[in-house]
């Protein structure tokens, strides 16, 4: 047995095991076949070009052995690069994967009518097979107008974009602001400061930047502003800390859904008031898991987390320093009348998907 002086030990070097003993319940698949509404499968974020998922039949294998049913690949980004998705899993694959395009905010700083250039490019991306628009959170903190301000969700230049995607019955998928603890001070009091030692660009508490607030209040308003749209905003709608403000939206809106995209670590540390939250809501929350590259057993994590009661344990691999805080969760055992709206029925509507 090595012994150490505590005091030099590092935080970064720093992962405890944990001494409670709790039965571990398996689930190696879905209780029914499942819609993961919120995953990458394209290009964009790999940094060099090359597919997130290299090998789709493998893909598939995995899919069927978790009896997840179906994919929306939300990378499928514009013009060619939209067509090589729609053509890798839409069509290559029918049935299993539905491709949300973005649309190209750059052009807010060109000159000319931007806006009729987006709402161009979505009736563009519709005809070629999109099956919705993913809106990431560089709207409101890093594109901006011809005359170098930010556009925020709820600018009148965007509007007609979100009214282009109810006429072509495309959902958005819109992403804002979130997590809360990347607007803090980085100081000894910020929950995520691990996160953001290794990613410091995720930090967004520089001046010149909307509050996190602020852009809520955006995302909140762009729902209000357009009812016939119909919104999922990701990761438990962009606001996983504050559960009663994501239930007042989704009573308030019914064109509102959450998806719980990433955001174990989040609902796992308040499950019951996570619970409560679908519970509550059973038509507005979608499963959803944000899990890329996918790997097997990150989906049976999810299952566990949503199907069984375990409590205590991790969101993420043991020998891994959690990424998203130093804390366990606990599951959410969603009562099995939930179970087929959130893993598949909310997304089946709104995908236009023929009931399984
Ligand atoms: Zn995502």
Redesign the pocket.
Known sequence: MTSLDPKSLPLSRYLPRRAVRLPTTEKRHAAIPCVDI???LGKWLTGDGTWMTPDVAELIRIMDRCQVDHIVN?DGRWGTELQENLERYDLAHPGRFSTFCHVDFRVLAERGNATQTLVDQLHEAAKVGARGLKV?KNLGLEFRDQRGELVLPDDDRVAPVFDAAAELDLPVLI?TADPVAFFEPIDQHNERIEDLATNPDWWFGKPGLPTFDRLIDALEAVVAGHPRTTFIA??VGCAAEDLRRVSRMLTAYENLHVDL??RMPELGRQPRAARRLIVDHPRQVLF?T?L?PVVEQEYHRWFRFVETDDECFGYAPDDEIPPMGRWDISALDIPASHLAALYAGNARRILRLPVS
Do not use: R
Request: net charge negative; proline share 0%.
């Open positions: 919120h995953n990458h939300l990431w992403h990701a990761h995209g990433g959803g944000d890329y």
